[in-house]
Each structure stands twice: as structure tokens, then as C-alpha cells.
């Protein structure tokens, strides 16, 4: 064998392997090194001797049908067609976030947002302050956004000691700023406004809103409309981006309710016993009807935005001729500095003070785990603005030398920001890994003001926290514990139960039921009724445990059947997770891990060893917030 071919051989096995290590890379770190591939070779390509990147970028491409034609150059059908797919994917986010994730709890929200809405003003008064009195007064909204996809990617990078809550801090603050930036578009940047094509507009959303209405729930019946939206909104003159939020907006969106879920599970129990193609489409029709086409369209447009239309966004927006020349220029002119200045220093400085404010005014409060220190990181991440800013630039300018100005800023600007947003995390990840968290600490303290609560906090000594599951076996005799404790410590000891499912397929149907009683006002009296059914195998387990429980049963299963309490449902779950909790139940003492023996001596042993440390004053009750119980005794 030659050296030739032993070489091509290894060089194909090393390919192979940074092909396999890519793909066990997080998908947000896989989809910025995708992105900032195609801005490099834009780069490259741009300033590649000739003029070929802006001749093939200026090529002609249109749709001729009968007596109409539509032609757009393929910088402009990138920028208004396949973004019209960016922008419906980042709302159909928002829709998500706001129905049924992070932006329900106002209390959880209102510190990115209100972090997000700095982040939009400040960077712009700052951009405004430094090109004032210029033509490039025009691009301040070139700053008001954050690349959500570039943020979430190197924070995978160089965050990883970072607290899970972080993420769901940025991705809160990123979609906030995406509707921003969505508005700055729609009402700052539209030209040569023509209203008779709105017509066309709201025939469209009017055919989508008539089928969400009428439930239609084939994703692609909604497509015909959609195309009708985004004629109306390119004819007219807005941008016709805008045509993916208005859609995304108004596509149907709810959480799996338990009857679609048990219709489809009899449905793929049918195929299971008889396969067959009717059988096989009644079952891929009843999934398909258990998730919400907002789901199921968010799904679909992701992998293609991550993969395919923002890198051929970069390939088509960020070539920049980049020349002592240009350089020269564009590092003399006020737009450049403007920009440097709003996404650098007007992002840092706008969510890391409004974030400090929010918190010490009390409008809300950062999640367990979560300091200022790393949401001063993220502020300085999130002076990336490439995406949208670049998208601005093209908008806000008319003049090639400003754009040209604008888009080396944003580089610039972005390229800065992640220098110093992964210094930042650098350091923080040195400082999380010296003050790790105690792995036994409990992340989130008894709280009578959230959690269903034994006892009175503000009179007992201890705190105990269960995390069960009652689709367990040892369901009973967890609960057998719990009265045992009860009876020997009574009001010295505030006691809560939260949900882990812990692997059992009924587990959170179980939960989600004690939180519909709960509504009514009977938590612990459907917990004891379920525990008397326990384990819970079948969802008529849970009808028979509410009709003792002596709750009204038709609302009831309302409740059920909406999922209400699914908030607290899944933030006791990801708790659990955080906890890396492996089995059901699990008990915290005052905050702490009780790792001990699981039968009623041993813990009441570790309970009263608590409480005597309490009572002579060696030590605080710590694990819980004290206050006013509202919940009953026992």
C-alpha cells in the first residue's frame, strides 16, 4: 500500500471522526459552528478577486403564472422568503413560551424581560448619541437585537458550569428581544407602503383563523393561506417577513390533553394487534391530533432554519470586501462606533443593570441558583447581534458604502462580544466549579406560598420535603412514613410533597391530578385517596381516587383534561432532574439530602436529630421560608 493511500485512508478515518464527535456535540453548538462557517466563507468569497459574490447574489429569479410574474433577485428572495421561515420559527417560540413555558409565571419572567427591554432602548439611545446629526442616524435599530441562535451556542461552549435556569434565563430574554426587533422592522423600516395588497393579507389570516376556529389540525391545509399572506405583505410594501409572524401567531397551539393522548394510545394498541395500513394512518392521525400544529411546525422548521436558511443568510448577507481600504473607512465613521457601542457596551450595561434593578425593586426574582454574575456573562454575549442586525442594515441603508459600514460593524461588534463574553464565562466557570452547589442541597426552599403544606412554617422547627411519585409501589408506604411523622413531631415539623415522576408512565397523570384537586382546594385529600389506589396503573384509578376524594368530578376533569398545575408539575420534575433525584421518594431535611435508610425509624431518627440541633440554638432551620401556612393540618 502506498503512503498516498495510507494517508487518503487516515485522512478520510479523521473526517469520520470529527464527523462523530459534531454530531454528540449540543445541537446549539453544532448550529453556531454551522452559521459561522458560512460567515467565513462569505467572507472569503467576497473578497475573492472579480465581482462573483455580488453578481451571483444579484442573479434574477422569478415565477411566471399566466398573465402574473413575481422576480426578485436571490439576495432579496433569501432575505424576504426564506427569513419569512426565521421569523415564523422564532414566534411560534414566543406563542410556546407565553401558552405554556417560561412566560406564564410573571414572577419567573420579569426579570429578562424586563432585562429584554432595556437591552432594546439603551444600545438604541446610544447608537442615536453617537451618530447624531449623520444620514446613519437612520440604522439604530441595527443594535436592538440579539442573534439568538450565535448566544445560545457559545453559551453551550463556554458555559457549561453554568446552572441549567441560566439557559432558560437567556432563551426568556432572547424571545423577548426577537419580538422586539419584529416591531422596529414592521413600523421603522417599511418604504413604499401600498394598503390595497392587505386585502390579500387578511384574507389569508382570516382562512387561518376560520380553521383554527373549526379545528383543522392537518399542518399542511394551512399552507395555501400562508403563501396568500405572504403575497399581500410583499405587494404591499411591508416587509415580507412579517407574513411568518402574523401566520405563526395565529397557528393553533395548546398542551396534550389526556383524553387525545389516550385515544392515540388505543389507536397504536389497535395497530399492535392488528397491523395494517388503515390501522397504521387511524394511529399516525391521532399522535398527529394529540400535539398542536404550533408543536408539530415548530418541529418541522427547525432542523431546516439551524441547517439551511440561516447559513444561506450568512452566505448572502455577511460577504464583505474587507481591504485596508474598507477598514479604514468604516473605523472613521460614526455608524461603525455606533453600532460597536450599542451591542457592546449598551446590551452589557442595559440587562445587567435593569436585571439588578428588577431584582432589588422586587418585580420579580432570578430562578434557584442563578446570580447576577451570570446574567452579567449573558449581557455580554448578547452583544452579538448578527442575524437580524445585519438584516436591519440591509433595510435602514440604501448606500452600499453605509451597508458596507454597518456590516463590518456588526462583525465587529459580534466578533468583541463573544471575546468577552467567553473571557467572563471563563472566569465564572472557575469560580462555579471552586463554590460547586452541594449536590445534597435542595434547590428550591419549602415555600407555604407555593408548595401544599403540612403544618404551620411559622411555627415549626423542621422542614421536610418529599420529592414521590404515586405511580410507585412504595407509594403506601412512603405515606405510612409521613403519618408516622406527623404523629410524633405534629406542628414542630412543616412537611410538603412535590412530584418526581421517577420513570413511571403514570406518574405525571397522577401529579397533574393532585394539582386539579388542588384547585378545589383538596390536595392532601386526593393524595390520600390516591394513595389508597397506588400504584397508579390506568387513568380510572384517578376518577375512582377524586370521587373520594369528594371532589366535584366535572371540574375536575376540566382541569385534568386542560392540565392545570402543569407549571408546578414540571418545575418539581426538572427540580428533581437538577437533583439528579434516581428514586421516589426522596426526603430533604431543612434543605438537605437525607441519604439514610428509607423506613419510618431512620428518618424520624434523622428528624428529631434536627430538631434538638434546632432547639438548642447550634443551629437555624434553614431549607424553608417561614410565613403564614394556608395550608390544612393533620
Given at each position: 500500500m502506498?503512503a498516498?493511500?495510507?494517508?487518503?485512508?487516515?485522512?478520510v478515518?479523521?473526517?469520520a471522526a470529527?464527523?462523530r464527535?459534531l454530531?454528540?456535540?449540543p445541537e446549539a453548538i453544532?448550529?453556531?459552528v454551522?452559521?459561522?462557517?458560512?460567515?467565513?466563507?462569505?467572507?472569503?468569497?467576497a473578497n475573492?478577486?472579480?465581482?462573483?459574490?455580488d453578481?451571483?447574489?444579484?442573479l434574477p429569479?422569478?415565477?411566471?403564472?399566466?398573465?402574473?410574474?413575481?422576480?426578485?433577485d436571490l439576495?432579496h428572495w433569501v432575505?424576504?422568503?426564506?427569513?419569512a421561515?426565521?421569523?415564523?420559527l422564532l414566534?411560534?417560540?414566543?406563542?410556546r413560551e407565553?401558552?405554556?413555558?417560561?412566560?406564564?409565571?410573571?414572577?419567573?419572567?420579569s426579570?429578562?424581560?424586563?432585562?429584554?427591554?432595556?437591552?432594546?432602548?439603551?444600545?438604541?439611545?446610544?447608537?442615536?448619541?453617537?451618530?447624531?446629526?449623520?444620514?446613519?442616524v437612520?440604522?439604530?435599530?441595527?443594535?436592538?437585537?440579539t442573534d439568538?441562535?450565535?448566544?445560545l451556542g457559545l453559551?453551550a461552549?463556554?458555559?457549561?458550569?453554568?446552572?441549567?435556569s441560566?439557559?432558560?434565563?437567556?432563551?426568556?430574554?432572547?424571545?423577548?428581544?426577537?419580538v422586539?426587533?419584529?416591531?422596529?422592522?414592521a413600523f421603522a423600516y417599511?418604504?413604499?407602503f401600498?394598503?390595497?395588497?392587505?386585502?390579500?393579507v387578511?384574507a389569508g389570516?382570516g382562512?387561518?383563523?376560520?380553521?383554527r376556529?373549526?379545528r383543522?389540525?392537518?399542518?399542511?391545509?394551512?399552507l395555501?393561506?400562508?403563501?396568500v399572506?405572504w403575497?399581500?405583505f410583499?405587494l404591499s410594501?411591508?416587509h415580507?417577513t412579517?407574513?411568518?409572524?402574523?401566520?405563526a401567531?395565529?397557528l393553533p397551539?395548546?398542551?396534550?390533553?389526556?383524553?387525545?393522548v389516550?385515544?392515540?394510545?388505543?389507536?397504536v394498541?389497535?395497530?399492535?394487534?392488528?397491523?395494517?395500513?388503515?390501522?397504521?394512518?387511524?394511529a399516525?392521525e391521532?399522535?398527529?391530533?394529540?400535539?398542536?400544529?404550533?408543536?408539530?411546525?415548530?418541529?418541522a422548521?427547525?432542523?431546516?432554519?439551524?441547517?439551511l436558511?440561516?447559513?444561506?443568510?450568512?452566505?448572502a448577507?455577511?460577504?464583505?470586501p474587507v481591504?485596508p481600504?474598507?477598514?479604514?473607512d468604516?473605523f472613521?465613521?460614526?455608524?461603525?462606533w455606533?453600532?460597536?457601542a450599542?451591542?457592546?457596551?449598551?446590551?452589557?450595561?442595559?440587562?445587567s443593570?435593569?436585571?439588578?434593578?428588577?431584582?432589588?425593586?422586587?418585580?420579580g426574582?432570578?430562578?434557584?441558583?442563578?446570580?447576577?454574575?451570570?446574567?452579567?456573562?449573558?449581557?455580554?454575549?448578547s452583544?452579538?447581534?448578527?442575524?437580524?442586525?445585519?438584516?436591519?442594515a440591509?433595510?435602514?441603508?440604501?448606500?452600499?458604502?453605509?451597508?458596507?459600514r454597518?456590516?463590518l460593524?456588526?462583525?465587529?461588534?459580534?466578533?468583541?462580544?463573544?471575546v468577552?463574553?467567553a473571557v467572563?464565562?471563563?472566569?465564572?466557570?472557575?469560580r462555579?466549579r471552586?463554590?460547586?452547589?452541594d449536590p445534597?442541597?435542595l434547590?428550591?426552599?419549602?415555600?407555604?406560598?407555593?408548595?401544599?403544606?403540612?403544618?404551620?412554617?411559622?411555627?415549626a422547627?423542621?422542614?421536610v420535603?418529599?420529592?414521590?411519585?404515586?405511580?410507585?409501589?412504595?407509594?403506601?408506604r412512603?405515606?405510612e412514613?409521613?403519618?408516622e411523622?406527623?404523629r410524633?413531631?405534629?406542628?414542630?415539623v412543616?412537611f410538603?410533597?412535590?412530584?418526581?415522576?421517577?420513570?413511571q408512565?403514570?406518574?405525571?397523570?397522577?401529579?397533574?391530578?393532585?394539582?386539579?384537586?388542588?384547585?378545589q382546594?383538596?390536595?392532601?385529600?386526593m393524595?390520600d385517596a390516591?394513595?389508597?389506589e397506588a400504584?397508579?396503573?390506568?387513568?380510572?384509578?384517578?376518577?375512582?381516587?377524586?370521587?373520594r376524594?369528594?371532589?366535584?368530578l366535572?371540574?375536575?376533569?376540566r382541569?385534568?383534561?386542560?392540565s392545570?398545575?402543569?407549571?408546578?408539575?414540571?418545575?418539581d420534575?426538572?427540580?428533581?432532574?437538577?437533583?439528579?433525584?434516581?428514586?421516589a421518594?426522596?426526603y430533604?431535611?431543612d434543605?438537605r439530602?437525607?441519604?439514610?435508610?428509607?423506613?419510618?425509624e431512620s428518618?424520624i431518627g434523622?428528624?428529631?436529630?434536627?430538631?434538638?440541633?434546632v432547639?438548642?440554638?447550634?443551629d437555624?432551620?434553614?431549607g424553608?421560608?417561614?410565613?403564614?401556612?394556608?395550608?390544612?393540618?393533620?
Amino acid at each position: 500500500m502506498t503512503a498516498a493511500v495510507v494517508g487518503r485512508e487516515r485522512g478520510v478515518r479523521s473526517l469520520a471522526a470529527t464527523g462523530r464527535r459534531l454530531r454528540r456535540t449540543p445541537e446549539a453548538i453544532r448550529g453556531a459552528v454551522v452559521l459561522l462557517s458560512a460567515t467565513l466563507v462569505a467572507l472569503v468569497w467576497a473578497n475573492l478577486p472579480g465581482a462573483g459574490y455580488d453578481a451571483f447574489w444579484h442573479l434574477p429569479l422569478g415565477i411566471q403564472a399566466g398573465g402574473l410574474e413575481l422576480e426578485l433577485d436571490l439576495r432579496h428572495w433569501v432575505n424576504e422568503a426564506l427569513m419569512a421561515f426565521f421569523f415564523a420559527l422564532l414566534t411560534l417560540e414566543v406563542r410556546r413560551e407565553i401558552e405554556l413555558g417560561e412566560l406564564r409565571d410573571w414572577r419567573r419572567a420579569s426579570v429578562p424581560l424586563v432585562a429584554a427591554v432595556a437591552g432594546l432602548v439603551l444600545p438604541a439611545l446610544l447608537y442615536v448619541w453617537v451618530t447624531w446629526a449623520t444620514d446613519a442616524v437612520v440604522g439604530w435599530g441595527i443594535v436592538v437585537s440579539t442573534d439568538t441562535a450565535f448566544v445560545l451556542g457559545l453559551l453551550a461552549l463556554v458555559g457549561r458550569a453554568m446552572p441549567a435556569s441560566l439557559r432558560v434565563f437567556l432563551v426568556t430574554l432572547a424571545v423577548a428581544d426577537d419580538v422586539g426587533a419584529l416591531g422596529v422592522i414592521a413600523f421603522a423600516y417599511t418604504d413604499d407602503f401600498d394598503p390595497a395588497p392587505l386585502l390579500l393579507v387578511a384574507a389569508g389570516l382570516g382562512a387561518i383563523a376560520a380553521m383554527r376556529f373549526l379545528r383543522v389540525w392537518r399542518g399542511p391545509v394551512y399552507l395555501l393561506p400562508s403563501a396568500v399572506v405572504w403575497l399581500g405583505f410583499l405587494l404591499s410594501g411591508v416587509h415580507a417577513t412579517l407574513a411568518g409572524v402574523a401566520i405563526a401567531a395565529l397557528l393553533p397551539i395548546f398542551a396534550t390533553r389526556h383524553e387525545d393522548v389516550r385515544r392515540a394510545h388505543d389507536q397504536v394498541r389497535a395497530f399492535q394487534m392488528t397491523p395494517s395500513a388503515e390501522h397504521a394512518r387511524t394511529a399516525e392521525e391521532s399522535l398527529a391530533r394529540a400535539v398542536s400544529i404550533n408543536e408539530r411546525a415548530h418541529r418541522a422548521l427547525a432542523p431546516y432554519v439551524a441547517w439551511l436558511i440561516l447559513p444561506v443568510f450568512a452566505l448572502a448577507n455577511a460577504g464583505v470586501p474587507v481591504t485596508p481600504q474598507s477598514l479604514a473607512d468604516a473605523f472613521g465613521s460614526p455608524l461603525t462606533w455606533g453600532i460597536i457601542a450599542g451591542l457592546v457596551v449598551g446590551k452589557a450595561v442595559a440587562i445587567s443593570l435593569s436585571a439588578w434593578a428588577a431584582t432589588r425593586l422586587r418585580l420579580g426574582a432570578l430562578a434557584p441558583g442563578l446570580r447576577l454574575s451570570h446574567v452579567v456573562g449573558v449581557s455580554l454575549l448578547s452583544g452579538m447581534g448578527f442575524t437580524i442586525s445585519l438584516f436591519v442594515a440591509d433595510l435602514a441603508f440604501d448606500d452600499p458604502v453605509d451597508v458596507g459600514r454597518a456590516q463590518l460593524g456588526v462583525l465587529a461588534a459580534s466578533t468583541l462580544a463573544a471575546v468577552l463574553g467567553a473571557v467572563a464565562f471563563a472566569v465564572l466557570n472557575r469560580r462555579e466549579r471552586r463554590l460547586a452547589p452541594d449536590p445534597g442541597r435542595l434547590v428550591r426552599p419549602l415555600d407555604p406560598e407555593r408548595d401544599h403544606v403540612l403544618g404551620d412554617p411559622s411555627l415549626a422547627v423542621v422542614g421536610v420535603v418529599a420529592y414521590g411519585d404515586f405511580a410507585t409501589p412504595f407509594a403506601p408506604r412512603a405515606d405510612e412514613m409521613r403519618q408516622e411523622m406527623r404523629r410524633r413531631f405534629g406542628s414542630r415539623v412543616a412537611f410538603t410533597l412535590r412530584h418526581h415522576a421517577a420513570g413511571q408512565p403514570f406518574g405525571r397523570a397522577a401529579a397533574l391530578a393532585t394539582e386539579a384537586a388542588a384547585r378545589q382546594g383538596l390536595f392532601w385529600e386526593m393524595h390520600d385517596a390516591l394513595v389508597g389506589e397506588a400504584p397508579i396503573e390506568a387513568e380510572t384509578q384517578l376518577r375512582r381516587a377524586a370521587a373520594r376524594a369528594g371532589l366535584n368530578l366535572r371540574r375536575f376533569e376540566r382541569d385534568l383534561a386542560s392540565s392545570a398545575g402543569a407549571t408546578r408539575v414540571d418545575e418539581d420534575f426538572a427540580d428533581a432532574a437538577a437533583m439528579q433525584l434516581r428514586q421516589a421518594p426522596t426526603y430533604f431535611i431543612d434543605g438537605r439530602r437525607y441519604d439514610g435508610p428509607i423506613d419510618a425509624e431512620s428518618l424520624i431518627g434523622a428528624v428529631r436529630t434536627r430538631a434538638e440541633a434546632v432547639r438548642s440554638g447550634g443551629d437555624h432551620p434553614k431549607g424553608y421560608r417561614g410565613g403564614p401556612s394556608s395550608s390544612r393540618s393533620s
